[in-house]
Nanobody, 126 residues
Framework: EVQLVESGGGLVQPGGSLRLSCVVSGYTPDFYTLGWFRQAPGKELEGVAGISSEGKTAFYIDDVKGRFTISRDIAKNTVYLQMNNLNTDDTAKYYC???????????????????WGQGTQVTVSS
């Protein structure tokens, strides 16, 4: 059974940074794309960033390009989301997810992922 556990959320001021981590267990890294999603109150679940199984290709939504960086340490079974220059619109619960056979056309679609973590809250406020 694939399990994902996120950590690293918290309260940060606008302009600040946070690094989220997600430890993945019970899976074969070679087959899985990993993604970060977020959901703000009253809004739909939104794909933020994704990374390919070998860790060489990263995907981002336009809103976070240049501010967020996704990376993957296959040896540690961990995926990271470095978030810089945060603003209040980034406030949301962030989820890590694992899916098979994803690429640039579908990495951002929640239904393409079969395994999810419980999420970690990120609040950006002064």
């Amino acid at each position: 059974e694939v399990q994902l556990v996120e950590s690293g959320g918290g309260l940060v001021q606008p302009g600040g940074s946070l690094r989220l981590s997600c430890v993945v267990s019970g899976y074969t890294p070679d087959f899985y794309t990993l993604g970060w999603f977020r959901q703000a109150p009253g809004k739909e679940l939104e794909g933020v960033a994704g990374i390919s199984s070998e860790g060489k290709t990263a995907f981002y939504i336009d809103d976070v390009k240049g501010r967020f960086t996704i990376s993957r340490d296959i040896a540690k079974n961990t995926v990271y989301l470095q978030m810089n220059n945060l603003n209040t619109d980034d406030t949301a619960k962030y989820y890590c997810a694992a899916g098979i056979g994803l690429d640039g056309s579908n990495w951002y679609k929640p239904h393409a992922y079969g395994n999810w973590g419980q999420g970690t809250q990120v609040t950006v406020s002064s």
